[in-house]
Structure formats: structure tokens, C-alpha cells
């Protein structure tokens, strides 16, 4: 290895790299700020201009993009006629390149970002010499991560060059580097330009952790982050004591984050295998977890936990008296992290819950496809709703029914969700008809049917799901309606004396 380019908005341990490799006879070329700071170390260091003979133009958008370097970078080697026509243009070969790229990323992620400040910070030269060599990757080694450098000093110290298998990793991880820059740049851009569905969709993901396994001890998973995702995310938590998160662990706190935040007073949520098993809201904390507890005590065993207030010391004594997979809250009293933490492997998250979300598009994989759509923000604020029935709501009923429809939206289908006094009381989720899922949900409710008030996630194809509400003492039912046989529902909650409410707005989950 002779020669060097080095060129980084990332300046992590690149002096001491520089250094390293100038001591193993390296020649180095630089540009702007790179160059700069590695002379200030004392460092020789050949500009850019130099080697090009041409000046840097155009604010600096114009440096590299130049025969003397590219030429430098993509020769093959082993070509009598590659070299042939370096000599002749008075090229000389570039053996290593050390880039990484102006900080888009970290610029448009700034709330006072302006359209003109995100332009200017798109890497063209950058990207360009990273992919000539690593497209030339037989003869030149490229280096785009600082925890890198170490890897090629070692193997230059130890083996003289840097091994070919080393070189092709190396490759890889460039276009994988420059291939995630761009999908960045693209989708602020089309969200600039509001496309909605565009021909095609490019996005990246940035590893956060290996998982032990997925869904089942024999599948391998890993967890990724989406740059510049929603704060208020579990991919953006804050995890403070407890073994590592499962992929399983993830999920489930993801689905009991989306319906903490549905509820501004004081609320609980309690999920077990992406399913509510208990929600409870009230005047406190404490009372909220009182009333998710008891929605299900069997099923909460196990479980998952989201709180929107801050754990306080009586509940949190209470959450530590049974076996709980995670709990999620905005934050824990120094009292309630004292008494949980107590529990060795109980995972403890925080991160800020709030029902101002930054809204996202849903991705879900299919063999050999992605499906993508909005997410289900739909509020009940926004819904036509009407009631067809005789009878209108108590106002007590409204509370309960509204609570619902919040719960129902994140129960998966077909869905069936029966309210109480503040709190879930009966689920039934994921069966093959609706009337099942409604038996399902009354047989749990027990005597606490008597009532309670029902929410589906989707109309009522027959009235038998209202005969068996009327039948267990559900007194009003809150569902979209739409069903060519509505007739039959409403005719049967009148004769039931059933409050009926539609939405017109339907919230399957599959």
C-alpha cells in the first residue's frame, strides 16, 4: 500500500489512523477539514489540488470528480493497458480510501432545517470515490466506518497488505453505507415533493441489536431502527435493567405502546402475544394498573405493561408481586426503580409516551413482496357517528363506548372488546367469525357483562352477535356498520333495549 485518499465529516480517530499509516509508508492525499487536521498533528499530508492540478471550484461541490483520481481508484492492476494508460496520463494508483459523507442525516433532523441547508448537504464526490473503489475492491481497500481503521493497520503491520477477504467485507459495507445514504436523501425528497405511492420504494434500517432468536428458538432475527424514526417508539427506548428484549419481547411492547397511547388520562395497558388482555384507566396510576390487573389477572401473568405516568412506589409494589415480562413507562420514581429492579431479569423501558406521535407508513413483509399503508390514526373525533336505535347513549355509556372503540382498534380481528367501570372486562380477539370472538369476550366477562358496553371492530354481518350481548347484559355496542343486513342488528338491539352506535369507520388488525 502507497498511497492514500482520506476525506471524512466523521473525524473519530482519524489523526491517529493518519499517523499509523504515514509511519508504514503511506502517502496521504486529503481535501478541506480532513486535510487540515491531519496537518495540525504534524502529519504530511498532499492536498487535493495538487494532485488533480486543478482547484477546488464551486464552494467546494467541485474537488474530487477528477480523471487524476478516479483513474487512481479504478485500475485494474493485472491490465497492461490500465497501467499503460495511467503512465501515460501521469496517474498514479490510490491504494486506500478512507470517505465518509456529509451529514444528511443529521441535517434534516434538524427542526429549523431549511429545504436549501438539506440540498447543500447531499455528498456527491463522497459517494462517488467510495464506489470506485469499492468497485475495484480486488486492488483497493475502502474504508467508510471509523471501527475499521484498527482492522487494516493490523493486518498492514502483520501481513503487509490488507487480505482479500477483508477488502470484499469492506466493499460490502461501502455499498451498503452510500445504498442507505440514498434511500435517506429519496424518501425526503418524495415526502418533500408529497408522493404518495412512488414507482418504487427504497428504505433503510439501522441495526440496533442482534436478537437471540425470532419468534421460535430455531429462526435467527435481528432488530433494526428507521433513521429519524418516531421518538416515542420502542426502537428508540431507553432500557433500564433486565436481560436483553426478545424479538417476541419487541413486539408486544410495540402493540402495547400504540395502545397506551391512545388515552390521555392515566391508563395501563396489559398485552400478552400482541392482544390487550387488560386496560384500566382512572384517576391515578396506581388505580389504572388496579383495573388492567383485574380486566384479566390469568392472562396478565407474563405479560407486558405500558403506563403513560410515572411509576410511583405503590404500584410499582404491586407490578412486582406477580411475573412481568416488561414494563414500559415515561419514567420510574427512584422508590419504584428501587423495588423493580429487585427483580433481576424484569426488562424496565422508558421512553416519552405521547398520543402526538410522529406518523409513519406501516411495512409488512410478504415472501417475495412488502406491503405498505398508513397507519390506523383514525380517532373517533373524526368519525360520522350516528345511532340508529330508539335509544341514545347514557352519558355514562358514551365514556364506556368511547374506551372501547380505543381498546377494539387494537385487538386483532375479528375483534370484540366489552367496557366497564374504566376498564376492559372481556376480549375476544382473532377468530374466524364475529360471534365467536363476542362469546369469547362475555364468557371472560363472566357476571361483569351485566352492564358492560360492547366495541367491534367491524359491522355485524347477522344480529346474532346483539342477541348474545342482550342476552349476557351488554347494554349499548359502538361498531362501524355498513352491513347489508344492519336492519337485523339495529331491530334486534331495539327489541333488546340496546343503545346502538355506528362510526362508519372500521379498524381491522390482522
Known amino acids: ?152 493497520v493490523s493486518q498492514l503491520k502483520e501481513e503487509g497488505s490488507v487480505n482479500n477477504e477483508t477488502r470484499a467485507r469492506l466493499a460490502a459495507k461501502v455499498f451498503r453505507h452510500t445504498a442507505s445514504y440514498d434511500a435517506v436523501i429519496a424518501e425526503y425528497l418524495t415526502n418533500e415533493v408529497k408522493e404518495e405511492s412512488p414507482e418504487s420504494l427504497t428504505v433503510t434500517f439501522e441495526k440496533k441489536q442482534d436478537l437471540r432468536y425470532g419468534e421460535n428458538p430455531h429462526q435467527k432475527a435481528a432488530f433494526y431502527k428507521k433513521p429519524l424514526g418516531a421518538e416515542s417508539s420502542i426502537a428508540k427506548a431507553t432500557q433500564l435493567h433486565g436481560k436483553e428484549l426478545s424479538y417476541n419481547n419487541i413486539n408486544d411492547a410495540d402493540a402495547a405502546l400504540a395502545l397506551v397511547k391512545e388515552f390521555t388520562e392515566p391508563a395501563v395497558v396489559a398485552i400478552k402475544h400482541m392482544n390487550p388482555c387488560g386496560v384500566g384507566v382512572g384517576e391515578t ?133 366489552l367496557v366497564k367501570d374504566d376498564m376492559t372486562v372481556g376480549v375476544g380477539a382473532g377468530q374466524m367469525n364475529r360471534v365467536g370472538s363476542a362469546k369469547i369476550a362475555i364468557e371472560q366477562a363472566a357476571g361483569n357483562a351485566s352492564g358492560s358496553v360492547m366495541g367491534s371492530d367491524a359491522f355485524f354481518p347477522m344480529n346474532d352477535t346483539v342477541e348474545a350481548a342482550g342476552l349476557a347484559g351488554v347494554t349499548a355496542i359502538i361498531q362501524p356498520g355498513g352491513s347489508i343486513r344492519d336492519e337485523d342488528s339495529i331491530k334486534k338491539a331495539d327489541e333488546l333495549g340496546i343503545a346502538m352506535v355506528f362510526t362508519g369507520v372500521r379498524h381491522f388488525k390482522h
Open 1 to 152: 500500500m502507497k498511497r492514500a485518499l482520506i476525506s471524512v465529516s466523521n473525524k473519530e480517530g482519524i489523526v491517529p489512523f493518519a499517523k499509523q499509516l504515514v509511519e508504514l509508508g503511506v502517502e496521504i492525499i486529503s481535501t478541506g477539514g480532513t486535510k487540515k487536521a491531519i496537518q495540525e498533528a504534524g502529519i504530511p499530508v498532499i492536498g487535493i489540488s495538487d494532485v488533480t492540478g486543478f482547484p477546488e471550484i464551486l464552494d467546494g461541490r467541485v474537488k474530487t470528480l477528477h480523471p487524476n483520481i478516479h483513474g487512481g481508484l479504478l485500475a485494474m492492476r493485472e491490465s497492461a493497458d490500465h497501467l499503460s494508460q495511467l503512465e501515460k496520463h501521469n496517474i498514479q494508483p490510490i491504494d486506500l480510501v478512507v470517505v465518509n459523507l456529509y451529514p444528511f442525516q443529521a441535517t434534516i433532523a434538524k427542526p429549523d432545517v431549511t429545504f436549501a441547508d438539506a440540498i447543500e448537504n447531499i455528498d456527491i464526490g463522497g459517494p462517488s470515490m467510495l464506489r470506485a473503489a469499492a468497485k475495484n475492491h480486488k486492488h483497493v481497500t475502502v474504508v467508510v466506518d471509523p471501527t475499521d481503521y484498527e482492522t487494516v
Open 285 to 417: 396510576i396506581e388505580q389504572a394498573y388496579d383495573k388492567a390487573y383485574s380486566a384479566d389477572p390469568v392472562s396478565i401473568f407474563g405479560g407486558i405493561v405500558a403506563l403513560n405516568r410515572e411509576v410511583d412506589a405503590n404500584t410499582a409494589l404491586k407490578m412486582k408481586e406477580i411475573f412481568l415480562e416488561i414494563i414500559i413507562a415515561p419514567s420510574f420514581s427512584e422508590e419504584a426503580l428501587e423495588i423493580l429492579t429487585s427483580k433481576k431479569n424484569l426488562r424496565l423501558l422508558t421512553l416519552p409516551i405521547t398520543t402526538e406521535a410522529k406518523v409513519e407508513k406501516r411495512l409488512t413483509s410478504i415472501h417475495g413482496g412488502l406491503l405498505v399503508q398508513d397507519e390506523d390514526t383514525f380517532g373517533l373525533e373524526e368519525a360520522n357517528v350516528t345511532v340508529p336505535t330508539k335509544r341514545e347513549p347514557t352519558e355514562a355509556e358514551w365514556a364506556a363506548l368511547k374506551m372501547a372503540w380505543k381498546v377494539v382498534k387494537h385487538v386483532k380481528s375479528n375483534a370484540i372488546v
